[in-house]
């Protein structure tokens, strides 16, 4: 059995390392997690400087096309088109309809993706 373990342990060290360098070049990968804003995404600065937006739920309070348009315009107008945007349903944003796959992209700004989630 030792030798076994022993033989593993020398593969793994032979492998070159993984390359986790995915759209950020030789600066890595640089994501911002954000949640809960209920409608005041407006009200942030300015999103950092990154590759992906992640925004985990809870972006309108009553899950109002009217919100929920708001968002999206949002994501349009102040975060770049270049960022990957995937957003999360909250339980405040759970009358946004999802397809048989529980996932489909209803925002119109580029790069987005409208996953389910606790709603």
């Known amino acids: 059995e030792e030798t076994k373990g022993e033989e593993w342990t020398s593969r793994q060290e032979q492998r070159p390392p993984a390359d986790l360098t995915i759209g950020g070049g030789a600066r890595g990968l640089r994501v911002v997690l954000m949640s809960d804003t209920h409608g005041l995404h407006e009200s942030i600065p300015a999103v950092p400087e990154c590759d992906v937006l992640v925004h985990c739920g809870d972006w309108s309070n009553r899950g109002t ?24 349903q909250g339980n405040h944003d759970a009358r946004i309809p999802f397809g ?12 987005a993706i409208l996953a389910a989630g606790s709603g």
């Not at 009217?66 to 957003?87: I, M, N, Q």
């Not at 048989?100 to 119109?108: A, T």
């Open 65 to 88: 096309r009217e919100e929920t348009e708001a968002f999206d315009h949002w994501l349009r107008d102040c975060v770049p088109a270049s960022v990957l945007k995937l957003v999360i």
């Open 100 to 111: 048989p796959d529980g996932m489909r992209c209803d925002f119109k700004a580029q790069r």
